[in-house]
């Protein structure tokens, strides 16, 4: 989508001799949950040209797929309607009466859109988290959003348990030390930053490691967790590392 928005944007300006952005705002997409939130998604796409003012009638806007779904009126051969119709009982008067009357709804359809990236219900993000979790794009801000279930301090918790790692090291691990090496709080903060999908900057913040320091902080634990082979066999039975 951005290389499309780019291109055309180019072969715009130069048809029509003109410099600048075409299009306003940044193209966004997110998964939908299909039954209920898609059908009710369906409804509000097809009503924006009303919404926007563009047009009185759903049915004079001609860059609409609503005449042909609804009436079977100016179908393009390539236009696949049966996915849509199945939502609505494969019934064109049943799709053309929900649109008509979606407008009461549609202020609180985005409500349920769950960390940028879901729009549907918790079933279906425990779903997603499923499939997400150790995919490449898990480092998207969404998407670690949508991963995270839990405060920086459980999991710092958590780790430090399966570490073998008492309160009292751990709150002394968070207190500021000059000049004075402290392998196994890199380790923490290391395999805390792998295990939990926590921002490294809210890990950070919660061990009072400054924002220049972090990525060397993080390098070391990994590093001194290469060295420790009972670290490593613990970290891997009991850590999503």
């Not at 509000?44 to 609804?70: F, K, M, Q, T």
């Not at 009357?101 to 279906?124: C, N, P, V």
């Not at 060397?216 to 990994?222: E, H, I, L, V």
Request: glycine share 8%.
């Amino acid at each position: 989508m951005q290389w499309l928005g780019l291109t055309y944007s180019g072969y715009f300006n130069q048809r029509h001799q003109r410099s600048g952005p075409l299009f306003q705002g940044r193209f966004k997409s997110f998964i939908v949950e299909e039954g209920g939130y898609l059908k009710r998604l369906i409804c509000y796409v097809h009503r924006n040209p009303v919404r926007a003012g563009i047009v009185e009638r759903l049915a004079d806007y001609p860059w609409s797929s609503y005449p042909c779904l609804a009436y079977g009126r100016r179908c393009l051969p390539w236009l696949q309607t049966n996915k849509v119709l199945r939502l609505f009982e494969r019934d064109r008067k049943s799709f053309r009466s929900a649109v008509q009357t979606y407008s009461k709804e549609e202020a609180g359809l985005f409500e349920d859109l769950q960390h940028g990236i879901l729009l549907g219900g918790e079933r279906m993000a425990a779903k997603l988290r499923g499939t997400l979790a150790g995919q490449p794009d898990k480092d998207r801000p969404q998407v670690r959003q949508l991963l995270t279930t839990k405060t920086v301090e459980e999991h710092v918790r958590h780790v430090a348990s399966v570490l073998n790692l008492k309160i009292e090291e751990v709150e002394h691990f968070r207190k500021p030390v000059r000049r004075q090496s402290r392998p196994m709080r890199d380790v923490l903060i290391y395999l805390v930053w792998r295990n939990g999908h926590q921002a490294l900057q809210a890990i950070g913040d919660y061990f009072h490691v400054a924002a220049s320091t972090l990525p060397a902080t993080k390098t070391r634990g990994k590093e001194h967790l290469s060295k420790r082979r009972e670290l490593r066999v613990i970290a891997a039975k009991h850590l999503m590392i």
